[in-house]
Nanobody
Framework: QLQVTESGGGLVQPGESLTLSCKSSDFTGIHGAVGWFRQAPGKERDGIACISGNNEVTRYDDSVKDRVTISRDDAKNTVTLRMDSLGPEDTGLYYC????????????????????WGQGTQVTVSS
C-alpha cells in the first residue's frame, strides 16, 4: 500500500504565504496524478488543485486559482502546493492524494478519483 505524507502546515497570519509538500513511500517518486484537498471543520473535503501524471495539466478550484500553484519536483520526489495571500477561509486540514495510474495528461478535483491519501496537515490562518 502506497503511503502518502503531507508536511508544511502551520499557523500563519492573514496575507502570508505557505508551501505544503507531498511525498510518497515509492522511492522512485510519485508517478500518478496528485491532488490537494482541504477540509474545513464541519465541512466536506474540497479539491484545491491537481496535477496530471505527466505534469502537463493542472487544475485549480475557482476560489483559489489566482493564489495557488501546484508543482512537481521529480528530483525531490515531491509535489508542492504554494498558497499566497492566505485568509481565514483557507483554514483547514489539507490532504494530498495520489492515483495508482502513472503518467496521463489529466486530473480531476474529485475525492473519488484518487487511490491513496495522506493523514493531512493542518493550516490555520489567524491573526
Amino acid at each position: 500500500q502506497l503511503q502518502v505524507t503531507e508536511s508544511g502546515g502551520g499557523l500563519v497570519q492573514p496575507g502570508e504565504s505557505l508551501t505544503l509538500s507531498c511525498k510518497s513511500s515509492d522511492f522512485t517518486g510519485i508517478h500518478g496524478a496528485v491532488g490537494w484537498f482541504r477540509q474545513a471543520p464541519g465541512k466536506e473535503r474540497d479539491g484545491i488543485a491537481c496535477i496530471s501524471g505527466n505534469n502537463e495539466v493542472t487544475r485549480y478550484d475557482d476560489s483559489v486559482k489566482d493564489r495557488v500553484t501546484i508543482s512537481r519536483d521529480d528530483a525531490k520526489n515531491t509535489v508542492t502546493l504554494r498558497m499566497d495571500s492566505l485568509g481565514p477561509e483557507d483554514t483547514g486540514l489539507y490532504y494530498c492524494a495520489v492515483t495508482d495510474t502513472g503518467g496521463g495528461n489529466y486530473c480531476w478535483l474529485s475525492t473519488a478519483w484518487f487511490d491513496h491519501w495522506g493523514q493531512g496537515t493542518q493550516v490555520t490562518v489567524s491573526s
